[in-house]
């Protein structure tokens, strides 16, 4: 393309949407075919550093798609996004976010805040899931430098963007995933027992939804686990998840499969 | 009726390289030179929020002289080139020669066939990798590309300011030595800038995607002590 040159009066301004469509650019529409939404499973819980985010990572097709996809991405150095639903879509939607915020940042000299973004999304569900069909359905966490907390935002298929105090869960795990959050959470989670919390209900999720997957111990794969505190977004290591599940695992195993009476 | 008087065209481009370089000579000029490590780019700007130097991409830094609405036009197009282009293709795909060139080109269509030349000099900067160099291009209100070797200068002082930037630094130095020299060029002799007074910002290597980096008051004072 050349320069991209706009006079004032129709100038898209810091958005990289509006400019994308003023370029003449579409984005990609939706195909005919049968789409199962919601299979994944993450979680966003708030703990006293901030916000914990897990995500397992199994592609579902009629079969396993993939066993090592990354449901949360850094959308900037501050904020996590993470996707249910359509891979191919999902991974679109996390480039464009990406690229917005970036967008918007760099065009402004200002990054947007943490609640700017949570609304930025909305319109984009909107468009994609009422012209092709619930698609897409993002989760949204990170620490708001205003506020100085961690603050966490999920979405309904219309578009719609409240704010959870405590935790969200999206994907087809979330009756599972969510009932474990309900027994366990407390306001007073450090990180450390918000982590050990989140990847428990991952496991339970990928133990009971044949669409989300569980820890692969032959294949060394976890779900990722991801921090966002006053640091930023942090993904932590392959061996600090593996030993995370491991422990759950080892716990499982000597109660024959049962929680055993406690949360754990 | 109106007469019609012949002008010749060197005397239309003479008035209209006067006209630009006026305008231009009005403002203050920017040094950004390559260290050690990167790029720095050092511009005298009293204001601390209307910026001569931008981020255009993970490793492309703008900076523009001249009239202000003119250069933020062209630098909001290099972000917006830039974004599309690393959307369509790959982040490594974004490079600052074909930027730099459709510059050339804007600027020099301006010059020959707008109703007034633009009142600009624009710089691209590119901190290098295994796959692009390390560049400087500066561009001119005519179009004019020139492809610096180891520091640019943008302006109107520029001839001056070159000949004092080129005295002290006859080799690529770290960041610190680099910013002083680059001060005292764009202050030239019996004249001090205060910390305040200036933009400096540097496309450097520090573990992330994004090179680019503001340096704040209190940075630029620890590299010129």
Redesign the interface.
């Known amino acids: 393309m050349g320069l991209p040159l706009f006079d004032a009066s129709n100038d898209p301004g810091p958005s990289f949407l509006a400019f994308a469509q003023a370029a003449g650019m579409r984005l990609s529409s939706g195909h005919e075919r049968e789409l199962s939404a919601h299979a994944t499973t993450v979680v966003a819980l708030r703990c006293d550093t901030g916000v914990v985010m897990v995500a397992d990572r199994q592609a579902t097709s009629y079969y396993v798609a993939g066993r090592d996809v990354r449901k949360i991405e850094a959308a900037d150095a501050y904020t996590g996004i993470a996707i249910s639903g359509s891979a191919a879509m999902g991974m679109e939607f996390i480039r464009i976010a990406q690229l917005s915020f970036e967008h918007y940042e760099k065009m402004s000299e200002m990054s947007l805040s943490l609640e700017g973004k949570a609304n930025f999304l909305s319109p984009m569900i909107q468009n994609n899931n009422f012209s092709l069909g619930l698609m897409v359905i993002p989760m949204l966490a990170g620490w708001d430098q205003s506020r100085q907390q961690g603050r966490i935002f999920e979405y309904d298929g219309a578009g719609g963007c409240y704010e959870r105090s405590d935790f969200a869960t999206i994907g087809s795990g979330t009756p599972f995933a969510e009932s474990t959050l309900r027994l366990g959470f407390r306001s007073d989670l450090t990180q450390s027992e918000a982590l050990e919390l989140a990847a428990l209900a991952i496991y339970e999720a990928g133990d009971n939804d044949p669409s989300t997957g569980g820890p692969d111990f032959v294949r060394n794969l976890f779900p990722m686990m991801v921090t966002i505190t006053e640091a930023g977004f942090v993904e932590l290591p392959t061996d600090f998840a593996g030993a995370t599940f491991r422990t759950i695992l080892e716990r499982r195993t000597a109660s024959g499969g049962m929680a055993g009476g406690t949360l754990r | 009726m109106s007469n019609f008087y012949y002008v010749p065209p060197e005397q239309i481009m003479k008035d209209r390289a006067e006209f630009a370089q006026k305008g231009i000579a009005r403002g203050r000029s920017i040094v950004a030179a390559i260290y050690d490590q990167g790029v720095v780019l050092v511009a005298e700007n009293p204001s601390a929020?209307l910026?001569k130097i931008?981020?255009?991409y993970d490793r492309l830094a703008f900076a523009g002289v001249g009239k202000y609405n003119e250069f933020d036009?062209?630098r909001?197009?290099?972000?917006?080139?830039a974004?599309?282009?690393?959307?369509?293709y790959s982040r490594e795909d974004v490079e600052a020669r074909a930027l730099a060139n459709?510059?050339a080109?804007?600027l020099g269509d301006t010059f020959s066939n707008g109703y007034k030349p633009l009142e600009v000099e624009v710089l691209v900067a590119q901190l290098g990798n295994e796959t692009h160099p390390t560049k400087l291009y500066r561009i001119g209100y005519d179009g004019t590309i020139a492809d610096e070797e180891r520091f640019a200068v943008l302006g109107g002082d520029a001839e001056s300011i070159r000949a004092r930037f080129h005295q002290l630094s006859t080799d690529i130095a770290t960041l610190s030595l680099t910013l002083q020299r680059a001060i005292s060029a764009l202050a030239g002799t019996g004249r001090n800038i205060a910390t305040g007074d200036l933009e400096v910002a540097i496309l450097e290597e520090r573990g992330v995607r994004?090179t680019f980096r503001r340096l704040s008051e209190a940075d630029v004072d620890s590299h010129r002590q």
């Not at chain 2, 909001?76 to 080139?81: D, L």
């Open positions: 929020s910026y931008s981020e255009l036009r062209l909001e197009a290099g972000i917006r080139w974004d599309m282009t690393g959307f369509t459709y510059y080109q804007h994004r």
